[in-house]
């Protein structure tokens, strides 16, 4: 396996978390999303992905793009501890969770958008932050009132071992903290968050962690 990814990218991020929760080490290629114009937006990249986005996984001479693509090819083709519910309904419930933050969330603080509100829309950087935190703030309090209407507290969101919607959840909190957002009215996110960095699966996952990590 060849993957390619950026160190701050929520969706690369993820894929990170889900490589080491089932024990698997790709080769690591990086693609740096601010430099030479973004190395993403390239033909050797593009030949890859055609959206031009992080992540992309080679898995002899094919290419799975969209990280939760990955990570449900990962749950389905190799072992370790599983990442979904055996239940429908359970698994149903984790994918929804799982999709407000990477369909409906984190999509609006990519970086693509950003730059169009940047340039094209020609707003300055203290708006686009301000964006960000407004879309994130709303798309995390939905996810909190997810887990308060399950009536259960569990030290991951759906259980007692971390699984997809974890893996979705730490990226857009660490996107919440880098943006500012006010997370105080969220105590079950801040807890799920504060459990999974406390596994080395995540830890070790975290973009300052990565060798290509900048400042």
């Known amino acids: 396996m060849v993957f390619y990814g950026y160190f701050r990218s929520s969706a690369a991020y993820r894929c990170r978390i889900a490589f080491n929760?089932?024990?698997?080490?790709?080769?690591?290629?990086y693609v740096h999303l601010r430099?030479?114009?973004g190395e993403q937006k390239m033909p050797t990249f593009t030949a890859l992905n055609p959206?031009?986005?992080v992540p992309a996984?080679?898995?002899d001479g094919a290419v799975l793009t969209q990280s939760l693509a990955i990570i449900e090819w990962l749950e389905e083709t190799q072992g370790g501890p599983a990442l979904l519910p055996s239940d429908p309904l359970e698994r149903a419930e984790v994918r929804a969770f799982a999709q407000v933050i990477a369909c409906d969330t984190h999509p609006l603080q990519n970086l693509r958008v950003l730059?169009?509100?940047?340039?094209?829309?020609?707003?300055n950087q203290a708006q686009a932050d301000d964006w960000c935190r407004e879309w994130i703030g709303r798309g995390l309090s939905a996810c909190e009132a997810l887990l308060e209407r399950r009536n259960e507290e569990t030290p991951f969101c759906f259980g007692e071992t971390p699984g997809l919607a974890d893996i979705c959840l730490v990226p857009?909190?660490?996107?919440?903290?880098?943006?500012?957002v006010?997370?105080?009215?969220?105590?079950?996110?801040?807890?799920?968050?504060?459990?999974?960095?406390?596994l080395y699966a995540f830890a070790d996952a975290h973009p300052s962690r990565q060798p290509d990590t900048e400042a």
């Open 21 to 29: 929760l089932k024990g698997i080490s790709p080769e690591n290629r």
């Open 35 to 37: 430099k030479n114009g």
């Open 115 to 123: 730059d169009y509100l940047k340039g094209p829309l020609g707003h």
């Open 57 to 59: 996984l080679e898995i």
């Open 182 to 198: 006010d997370l105080t009215a969220m105590p079950r996110l801040r807890a799920v968050e504060r459990a999974c960095n406390a």
């Open 172 to 180: 857009q909190m660490f996107s919440a903290a880098r943006f500012g």
């Open 51 to 53: 959206q031009g986005l």
